[in-house]
């Protein structure tokens, strides 16, 4: 997995390679069913997960760290192109309001079997926002990975 922070101290870029096919890498992005085993850096779960796979369909999912506490999350899909491209908003709730927005944009390369993903994120209020973001993010792949090699092995078996 590589990471850069691009010439902004607003955005990020994350690039993994994940050993199963794309368009299972993008259905566990689309499905809740996948998406609630694996959102959420390693240690929480994702009790609830609700999403409208569609260009305006809305999603919100429940990271629950059992140390801390739950944290909730929303997003509006602006694009879907399965299984290349998803862009969505995403915002962290506080209460009655939400986090200033920022935007997705997850591609999904075919490496010969294997998948490219190169996620991107924009819109961070400052350079410590977004690393927060890629602390979170770096460890929710790595569930994200672990996830798709369970049920990569699990269908081919």
Same mark, same amino acid.
């Given at each position: ?9 607003? !955005? ?9 096919? *794309? ?20 240690? $929480? ?16 999912? $429940? ?12 997003? !509006? ?6 299984? !290349? *491209? ?63 090699? !369970? ?7």
């Amino acid at each position: 997995m590589t990471a850069t922070n691009s010439d902004s101290d607003r !955005e990020l870029k994350i690039t993994r390679v994940f050993d199963a096919p *794309r368009q299972l890498v993008f259905d566990v992005w689309t499905d809740p069913s996948h998406l609630s085993r694996w959102w959420g850096p390693t240690g $929480c779960t994702a009790p609830s997960v609700t999403l409208d796979a569609q260009p305006g369909g809305a999603w919100r999912a $429940c990271i629950l760290n059992p140390a801390v506490d739950e944290f909730w999350s929303r997003s !509006e899909y602006q694009e879907i192109d399965p299984p !290349e *491209r998803l862009t969505f908003t995403f915002a962290w709730e506080m209460g009655d309001e939400l986090s200033p927005q920022t935007l997705v944009t997850v591609t999904f390369a075919d490496l010969d079997g294997k998948t490219e993903m190169i996620f991107h994120q924009s819109g961070f209020a400052d350079s410590a926002d977004r690393d927060r973001h890629l602390e979170g993010w770096h460890a929710t792949f790595i569930d994200l990975d672990a996830y798709v090699n !369970e049920i990569s092995t699990s269908t081919v078996a």
